[in-house]
């Protein structure tokens, strides 16, 4: 075969676009689920008044929502962490341990929060299952030293699953918005 009839080799997708089109995949996702709510969710988002949070709010949460929240703040900042401190180190893997942990509480915690759809799992839901099946992989890569696999699963877990969803978290008329701006 020459070497003009091979089909040169694909370069990879950059982060930027990757990240562009994660975040467009949960506008559209999260435009699904509200339906024909749009109205009331701008009418929310017109009202808001950024405030110290809502105590009484969360002392009423229930303790499925208020031990999400906790994990999911802690692993976001323990991830931003991770993500700037230096790999392989005595800090990294005992963090990231950590970071393992907390991930598996948030994840762990949703499967109890059936709140939004009416006692049933919401199509947010998807991200826990994919959070229990990926980090348990990411865990097996890094053990094999299938290091650039497990960076780029973990990077994806913390950017979407825990970024993204904080977005999410923020939607006018949900928990974390009534909290700091209801």
């Known amino acids: 075969m020459s070497p003009k009839s091979q089909t040169p080799a694909r370069k990879p997708m950059s982060f930027g676009l990757r990240f562009g089109l994660t ?21 929310l988002a017109a009202s808001a008044r950024p405030h110290a949070p809502d105590m009484a709010l969360f002392a009423s949460l229930t303790p499925a929502i208020k031990v999400h929240l906790l ?18 180190r005595l800090f990294h893997r005992i963090a990231g341990w950590v970071w393992v942990l907390l991930a598996l509480t948030t994840a762990g915690a949703t499967l109890f929060i059936t709140s939004l759809n009416h006692g049933k799992w919401s199509i947010l ?28 699963t973990m990077m994806g877990l913390f950017y979407g699953g825990f970024a993204i969803n904080l977005f999410i978290a923020f939607i006018p008329g949900r928990t974390m918005w009534m909290m700091f701006f209801g």
């Open 23 to 43: 975040m467009a995949a949960v506008v559209i996702i999260v435009a699904l689920s509200l339906g024909g709510a749009w109205k009331a969710v701008g009418a």
């Open 71 to 88: 994990a999911a703040l802690a692993a976001l900042v323990l991830g931003g962490v991770l993500m700037f401190a230096r790999k392989g």
């Open 125 to 152: 839901h998807l991200f826990t299952g994919w959070t229990l099946l990926m980090l348990p992989l990411a865990v097996i890569w890094v053990k094999r030293r299938d290091v650039a696999r497990h960076r780029r």
